[in-house]
């Protein structure tokens, strides 16, 4: 693996936040001026977050890949002395496959917190592990597990685990599409924002993603990837649907640099406490490979 420098610019889950009340508006800017500063600054590589990034790569010959972030930011950069503004940011990740023959595992983990003011804003986490048996055929079987919080938003913790059946449907040096179905078993504590009571839900839900993978000229390439679940909540008597995906479009513009773009969303049509139900991520930044 090559080691690598990025220097990206990023606007994280900003639907989250509620309006600020006008006689604060001037320390909201000191805060929204910090938040952009400390983004601006991370030092992380532009992928798809999701456990489909690894295989996204273009160099899949090798039997083991990894990529590892570790970034830290931490700064007073206020505009007012009176109204000091405190901003600390870090940010995890660590990605592998490992592939020695007819089977691949895979872990994909990451973390994300940003803390204003002794505030947290930002609190997010995962770790996904996943075996695909028999990758090279047209028609693998895959086991998976995962841990996640966002505490930000209420969820700790989201525990999972299931398996589903891939179909690969084209192959070919240019483009690559692929769909998947499959069942898991989902556990969820969510605090509620307004009664700040906890409710813990169990369901089994049906999980179904298509993922595709198109190299459109010599220099960009374009990765997407869509999942779709539902489940049945006996205690509400609803069925709770979820749509999550990534759009990744990467421009190789010399054989060490190249421009990176992201966009990754969730959507859920009932969630179990009152949040917000459409969350996404952009993010687009500058790679340098040595």
Same mark, same amino acid.
């Given at each position: 693996?090559?080691?690598?420098?990025?220097?990206?610019?990023?606007?994280?889950?900003?639907? %989250?936040?509620? #309006?600020?009340?006008? %006689?604060?508006?001037? *320390?909201?800017?000191?805060?929204?001026?910090?938040? !952009?500063?400390?983004?601006?600054?991370?030092?992380?590589?532009?992928? =798809?977050?999701? =456990?489909?990034?690894?295989?996204?790569?273009?160099?899949?010959?090798?039997?083991?890949?990894?990529?590892?972030?570790?970034?830290?930011?931490?700064?007073?950069?206020?505009? /007012? @002395?009176?109204?000091?503004?405190? $901003?600390?940011?870090?940010? &995890?990740?660590?990605?592998?496959?490992?592939?020695?023959?007819?089977?691949?595992?895979?872990? $994909?983990?990451? &973390?994300?917190?940003?803390?204003?003011?002794?505030?947290?804003?930002?609190?997010?986490?995962?770790?996904?592990?996943?075996?695909?048996?028999? %990758?090279?055929? *047209? =028609?693998?079987?895959?086991?998976?597990?995962?841990? /996640?919080?966002?505490?930000? %938003?209420?969820?700790? #913790?989201?525990?999972?685990?299931?398996?589903?059946?891939?179909?690969?449907?084209?192959?070919?040096? *240019?483009?690559?599409?692929?769909?998947? &179905?499959?069942?898991?078993?989902?556990? @969820?504590?969510?605090?509620?924002?307004?009664?700040? +009571?906890? !409710?813990?839900?169990?369901?089994?839900?049906?999980?179904?993603?298509?993922?595709?993978? *198109?190299?459109?000229?010599?220099?960009?390439?374009?990765?997407?990837?869509?999942?779709?679940? !539902?489940?049945?909540?006996?205690?509400?008597?609803?069925?709770?649907?979820?749509?999550?995906?990534?759009?990744?479009?990467?421009?190789?513009?010399?054989? =060490?640099?190249?421009?990176?773009?992201?966009?990754?969303?969730?959507? +859920?049509?009932? #969630?179990? !406490? #009152?949040?917000?139900?459409?969350?996404? /991520?952009?993010?687009?930044?500058?790679? $340098?490979?040595?």
């Amino acid at each position: 693996m090559e080691p690598f420098f990025c220097v990206k610019s990023s606007w994280r889950y900003l639907c %989250r936040f509620r #309006p600020f009340p006008k %006689r604060a508006s001037l *320390k909201f800017i000191h805060i929204a001026l910090c938040i !952009v500063f400390t983004f601006l600054i991370h030092t992380v590589q532009g992928q =798809i977050l999701n =456990i489909e990034r690894l295989r996204l790569e273009k160099d899949t010959t090798k039997s083991f890949l990894a990529k590892g972030i570790l970034s830290l930011n931490a700064n007073n950069r206020s505009a /007012s @002395e009176a109204e000091p503004v405190q $901003v600390f940011g870090i940010n &995890t990740a660590l990605n592998a496959l490992y592939q020695p023959g007819q089977h691949a595992y895979i872990f $994909v983990g990451q &973390t994300d917190y940003l803390n204003i003011n002794d505030n947290d804003v930002l609190n997010f986490g995962f770790a996904h592990f996943r075996i695909n048996f028999l %990758r090279d055929r *047209k =028609i693998s079987y895959e086991v998976f597990s995962q841990y /996640s919080y966002d505490a930000f %938003r209420g969820l700790d #913790p989201r525990l999972l685990g299931g398996g589903s059946i891939r179909f690969q449907l084209i192959k070919t040096e *240019k483009a690559d599409l692929e769909i998947s &179905t499959g069942a898991f078993y989902e556990h @969820e504590t969510w605090k509620n924002p307004i009664t700040e +009571e906890f !409710v813990e839900v169990g369901l089994w839900k049906s999980s179904n993603y298509v993922k595709y993978q *198109k190299t459109l000229n010599d220099i960009i390439d374009l990765n997407t990837i869509i999942y779709y679940q !539902v489940g049945y909540d006996g205690g509400a008597e609803v069925f709770r649907h979820r749509v999550s995906g990534s759009v990744n479009i990467n421009t190789q513009f010399t054989r =060490i640099l190249s421009l990176n773009t992201t966009f990754d969303m969730s959507y +859920e049509d009932k #969630p179990i !406490v #009152p949040v917000t139900k459409f969350i996404f /991520s952009l993010k687009t930044g500058l790679a $340098v490979n040595f």
